[in-house]
């Protein structure tokens, strides 16, 4: 299948480890020209050489997505570079556990910026631009914990990607008639190295196996590279009938009916 991405720009952000890595590195594949930021420029530049050895066109920028600047920059520097913006990843994202009643005020605030607030403002400024090009597709990369009961603990991290799921519906029905998608990708539990599960297994590898036998109906953790999959797919031109929809990867992990 031609996914018809050779030449598209595409911003990622938090795209220096982990699943972020994985979407840079599949719309590369694609023939996608790249704008990829994180905060940390070691990882970051890192990944770029390693996106570039394989062929891709990169520019990597080290920002915090939470700044207010952050979206402009992202979108200016695609500009400057390649001229326009086709697609926009919205990866960065992080959780802060604990029961309600530990979880300050600033635990909120700092993630209702990281998991909501930076993928709005990161729309705001590439939304212009797609408009004018006549059409683009958006993912915000949530959860399945953004679509039901992630369990206690969780409850700054499900209502944040339940926030996100909600707003990139009702983006998806205003930006329809401008030819731009808007989706959502609700992975499951993945595990990279150097990821929270694979930090989980060396640690209580019992557990873990208990964990994944009684959730994941697949028998074992998904990869950045099945998530990454379906988000190239939902960028293409192959899912031009797709928007307002969230897309669950994650091996029947989650419960949901909806
Ligand atoms: N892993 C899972 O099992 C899983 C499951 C469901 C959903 N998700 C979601 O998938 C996304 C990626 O998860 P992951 O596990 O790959 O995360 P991760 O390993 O923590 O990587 C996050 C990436 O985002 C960057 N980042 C974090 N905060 C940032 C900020 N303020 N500004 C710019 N970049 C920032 C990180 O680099 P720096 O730290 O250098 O900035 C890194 O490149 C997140 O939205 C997460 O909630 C993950």
């Given at each position: 299948?031609?996914?018809?991405?050779?030449?598209?720009?595409?911003?990622v952000?938090?795209?220096?480890?982990?699943?972020?890595?994985?979407?840079?590195?599949?719309?590369?594949?694609?023939?996608?020209?790249?704008?990829?930021?994180?905060?940390?420029?070691?990882?970051?530049?890192?990944?770029?050489?390693?996106?570039?050895?394989?062929?891709?066109?990169?520019?990597?920028?080290?920002?915090?997505?939470?700044?207010?600047?952050?979206?402009?920059?992202?979108?200016?520097?695609?500009?400057?570079?390649?001229?326009?913006?086709?697609?926009?990843?919205?990866?960065?994202?992080?959780?802060?556990?604990g029961?309600?009643?530990?979880?300050?005020?600033?635990?909120?605030?700092?993630?209702?910026?990281?998991?909501?607030?930076?993928?709005?403002?990161?729309?705001?400024?590439?939304?212009?631009?797609?408009?004018?090009?006549?059409?683009?597709?958006?993912?915000?990369?949530?959860?399945?914990?953004?679509?039901?009961?992630?369990?206690?603990?969780?409850?700054?991290?499900?209502?944040?990607?339940?926030?996100?799921?909600?707003?990139?519906?009702?983006?998806?029905?205003?930006?329809?008639?401008?030819?731009?998608?808007?989706?959502?990708?609700?992975?499951?539990?993945?595990?990279?190295?150097?990821?929270?599960?694979?930090?989980?297994?060396?640690?209580?590898?019992?557990?873990?196996?208990?964990?994944?036998?009684?959730?994941?109906?697949?028998?074992?953790?998904?990869?950045?590279?099945?998530?990454?999959?379906?988000?190239?797919?939902?960028?293409?031109e192959?899912?031009?009938?797709?928007?307002?929809?969230?897309?669950?990867?994650?091996?029947?992990?989650?419960?949901?009916?909806?």
């Amino acid at each position: 299948m031609d996914l018809g991405l050779h030449g598209k720009v595409a911003i990622v952000t938090g795209a220096s480890r982990g699943i972020g890595q994985g979407i840079a590195r599949s719309l590369a594949a694609e023939g996608c020209r790249l704008v990829i930021c994180a905060r940390g420029a070691e990882a970051l530049e890192a990944t770029a050489d390693m996106l570039r050895e394989q062929g891709g066109e990169v520019v990597a920028i080290t920002l915090d997505v939470t700044q207010p600047e952050a979206g402009t920059q992202l979108v200016q520097t695609a500009l400057e570079h390649f001229g326009r913006v086709d697609i926009l990843v919205g990866n960065a994202g992080g959780n802060r556990r604990g029961y309600f009643e530990e979880t300050s005020e600033d635990d909120w605030s700092a993630l209702i910026e990281l998991n909501l607030r930076a993928h709005l403002r990161c729309a705001r400024a590439v939304i212009p631009v797609m408009k004018q090009q006549g059409g683009g597709a958006i993912v915000f990369i949530a959860s399945i914990f953004g679509r039901e009961a992630g369990g206690p603990g969780l409850s700054i991290y499900n209502s944040t990607k339940s926030a996100l799921i909600s707003a990139a519906k009702i983006l998806a029905l205003e930006l329809a008639p401008h030819n731009i998608r808007v989706n959502t990708v609700a992975p499951g539990s993945i595990r990279f190295p150097g990821g929270s599960w694979d930090r989980r297994m060396r640690e209580d590898p019992e557990g873990t196996r208990q964990f994944i036998a009684q959730n994941i109906p697949m028998g074992r953790f998904g990869t950045v590279e099945e998530v990454a999959d379906v988000v190239t797919f939902l960028v293409s031109e192959r899912a031009r009938w797709v928007t307002g929809a969230c897309i669950n990867v994650d091996g029947g992990q989650s419960r949901s009916l909806i």
